[in-house]
T-cell receptor, first 112, second 117 residues
Framework: DAKTTQPPSMDCAEGRAANLPCNHS???????VYWYRQIHSQGPQYIIH???NNETNEMASLIITEDRKSSTLILPHATLRDTAVYYC?????????????FGAGTRLFVKA | GAVVSQHPSRVICKSGTSVKIECRSL??????MFWYRQFPKQSLMLMAT?????????EQGVEKDKFLINHASLTLSTLTVTSAHPEDSSFYIC?????????????FGPGTRLLVL
């Protein structure tokens, strides 16, 4: 079973920031938080990951709470092409050998 | 990021035939690859873990004799769906594990859409 909980869907206006929450209250100390997204009929795309510090790259920012029980993926300026299913994954050496187990994800709709 | 390819991108076959799907890591070596299956409007379901030079490890409920996995090199894993039936029609996706620089990341292929008639 997936170790994360995400809202099933969210809407966001084009050009605005999209903030996607994820709960992972049972995360272990050596497990990382990864975010992927899947655009329709394509393979998942890696976005970002982190352990305990906030992270930023060219695609997004990842904010992890101090207790590591939840995180938020931020797309700073959402575009129509960001419409996709976003998956929050917890993974580490104890997760069955770094297996990636997908939950239902959050379906993000970016609207013009 | 790293690139993972799959071939073919889509395949249509008759019931009872076997289909082989290739997964390649193009710019890194992957001792571990994973195979997933995704039905319409559902999430990805892990089928098996493919380890270079050893037998694959299958998830509960996945028939190892039906879904043959071979990981003969550090850049190639193959999934063969044997005696395919219409219920095997699905989107098959692989991922490859990259452990460069002490950071573990997994990159996914574009998927192979299988339709069994």
């Amino acid at each position: 079973d997936a170790k994360t909980t995400q809202p099933p869907s969210m809407d966001c206006a084009e050009g605005r920031a999209a903030n996607l929450p994820c709960n992972h209250s049972t995360i272990s100390g050596n497990e990382y938080v990864y975010w992927y997204r899947q655009i329709h009929s394509q393979g998942p795309q890696y976005i970002i990951h982190g352990l305990k510090n906030n992270e930023t790259n060219e695609m997004a920012s990842l904010i992890i709470t101090e207790d590591r029980k939840s995180s938020t993926l931020i797309l700073p300026h959402a575009t129509l092409r960001d419409t996709a299913v976003y998956y929050c994954i917890v993974r580490g050496p104890n997760t069955g050998g770094f297996k990636t187990i997908f939950g239902a994800g959050t379906r993000l709709f970016v609207k013009a | 990021g790293a690139v993972v390819s799959q071939h073919p991108s889509r395949v249509i076959c008759k019931s009872g035939t076997s289909v082989k799907i290739e997964c390649r890591s193009l710019d890194f070596q992957a001792t571990t690859m994973f195979w997933y299956r995704q039905f319409p409007k559902q999430s990805l379901m892990l089928m098996a873990t493919s380890n270079e030079g050893s037998k694959a490890t299958y998830e509960q409920g996945v028939e190892k004799d039906k879904f043959l996995i071979n990981h003969a090199s550090l850049t190639l894993s193959t999934l063969t769906v044997t005696s395919a039936h219409p219920e095997d029609s699905s989107f098959y996706i692989c991922s490859a594990r990259d452990y460069g620089g002490g950071v573990e990341t997994q990159y996914f292929g574009p998927g192979t859409r299988l339709l069994v008639l």
